[in-house]
């Protein structure tokens, strides 16, 4: 058992804060009324990058320490029944004691600080899909998070009421109503751009705008190296030279250019005739000597000498 510092009242569990707020709520939703709940599971409030990101914005008010962590015990045990995010405006119903009316005013961002956070995302946001999903890099996620220069509201920006008779600068119930504002972050980011009153098509705009875009019908043009012919040939397109000589002029178009020829190499050489093919001999013959034969040498006759 604990009590309210504030009230010096018996400070009720989460079990019974979550069975007053579902009584409530119900009875709330009987009479005709159109709720909007938070419901967390489990411990963490936040779980993207919008979600987080508000969060740790909220967080940096070291004033309101006390007051942050009763928000989020109240939150979690799904005191707040309702919560509405418009324009500028946050409008919440905390289930307490009794149920409590919780409004806070955000100012819109001021004109200078939004052109400049245009100008500093510009070409680091590839599509409104990747800036709602918070797939950014980091240099645009702590342009978009910079205190108080960046798209989250700095305290001086915030005002808040709510009909508890808590008099403290924030009261636990406007501290849950912002912790819930993180918790709807997660399922709808784009509230975050609605609250502050800036248009997501006008940073995606400014965004595209600065990325390089190719120009239509440019030529494709590759360096010429070894081979060069062959890779014109291949792909048919044009190539440049490595080196151009200065006061050339260039060649026209659809013509590659190649080195002059020499007046010994201007005439191609004839080809060579071929040669004749020798005749196959006939299968079991043998080849005739080209000469006669020569005849065998006959003994000389001696000549007897008469006596």
Same mark, same amino acid.
């Not at 950014?136 to 305290?155: E, H, K, T, Y």
């Given at each position: 058992?604990?009590?309210?510092?504030?009230t010096?009242?018996r400070t009720?569990?989460a079990?019974?804060?979550r069975a007053?707020?579902?009584?409530?709520?119900?009875?709330?939703?009987?009479?005709?009324a #159109?709720?909007?709940?938070? !419901?967390?599971?489990g411990?963490?409030?936040a779980?993207t990058?919008?979600g987080?990101?508000?969060c %740790?914005?909220?967080? /940096?008010y070291r004033?309101?320490?006390?007051r942050?962590? /009763?928000?989020?015990?109240?939150?979690?045990s799904g !005191?707040?029944?309702d919560?509405q995010?418009?324009?500028? #405006?946050i409008?919440?119903k @905390?289930s307490?004691?009794?149920?409590?009316? @919780?409004?806070?005013e955000i100012?819109?961002?001021?004109?200078d600080?939004?052109r400049?956070?245009?100008?500093?995302c510009?070409?680091?946001?590839?599509?409104r899909?990747?800036l =709602?999903a918070?797939? =950014?890099?980091?240099a645009v996620?702590?342009?978009l998070?910079?205190?108080r220069?960046?798209?989250?509201?700095a +305290?001086?920006?915030?005002?808040?009421?709510?009909?508890?008779?808590?008099y403290?600068?924030?009261?636990?119930?406007?501290a849950?109503?912002m912790y819930? @504002?993180?918790?709807?972050? %997660?399922?709808a980011p784009?509230?975050?751009?609605a =609250?502050?009153?800036?248009?997501?098509? %006008?940073?995606?705009?400014?965004a595209?705008?600065?990325v390089?875009?190719?120009?239509p $019908?440019?030529?494709?043009?590759?360096a010429?190296?070894?081979g060069g012919?062959?890779?014109?040939?291949?792909?048919?397109?044009? =190539?440049a030279? #490595?080196?151009v000589?200065?006061?050339a002029r260039p060649? +026209?178009?659809?013509?590659?250019?190649?080195?002059p020829?020499?007046?010994?190499?201007?005439?191609?050489?004839?080809?060579?005739p071929? #040669?004749?093919? !020798?005749k196959?001999?006939?299968? $079991?013959?043998?080849p005739v000597a080209?000469?006669?034969r /020569?005849?065998?040498?006959?003994? !000389?006759?001696s000549k @007897?000498?008469?006596?």
């Amino acid at each position: 058992m604990s009590y309210d510092y504030f009230t010096w009242r018996r400070t009720p569990s989460a079990a019974e804060r979550r069975a007053d707020a579902e009584r409530r709520r119900n009875t709330a939703t009987h009479r005709g009324a #159109a709720l909007s709940p938070v !419901a967390i599971t489990g411990r963490t409030i936040a779980r993207t990058f919008w979600g987080k990101a508000w969060c %740790d914005n909220l967080e /940096r008010y070291r004033d309101f320490a006390y007051r942050l962590e /009763r928000g989020r015990s109240y939150v979690r045990s799904g !005191a707040v029944i309702d919560l509405q995010i418009e324009a500028g #405006a946050i409008r919440a119903k @905390v289930s307490g004691s009794s149920l409590y009316d @919780v409004a806070i005013e955000i100012d819109a961002v001021a004109p200078d600080a939004w052109r400049a956070i245009r100008r500093d995302c510009a070409g680091g946001i590839a599509s409104r899909l990747d800036l =709602l999903a918070g797939k =950014l890099s980091d240099a645009v996620m702590s342009r978009l998070c910079a205190d108080r220069i960046g798209l989250f509201p700095a +305290p001086s920006a915030i005002r808040f009421t709510c009909s508890c008779p808590d008099y403290a600068i924030m009261c636990k119930h406007v501290a849950a109503s912002m912790y819930g @504002v993180g918790a709807r972050l %997660d399922h709808a980011p784009e509230l975050l751009f609605a =609250l502050r009153r800036a248009s997501v098509d %006008d940073l995606m705009t400014s965004a595209l705008s600065e990325v390089p875009s190719k120009r239509p $019908g440019s030529p494709r043009v590759l360096a010429a190296s070894a081979g060069g012919g062959d890779l014109a040939a291949m792909f048919g397109i044009e =190539l440049a030279d #490595a080196a151009v000589q200065p006061g050339a002029r260039p060649a +026209p178009p659809g013509k590659s250019r190649s080195a002059p020829k020499s007046s010994a190499a201007a005439a191609p050489a004839a080809p060579a005739p071929p #040669a004749p093919k !020798a005749k196959a001999a006939r299968s $079991g013959t043998k080849p005739v000597a080209a000469s006669k034969r /020569r005849a065998k040498p006959r003994p !000389a006759k001696s000549k @007897v000498s008469r006596g």
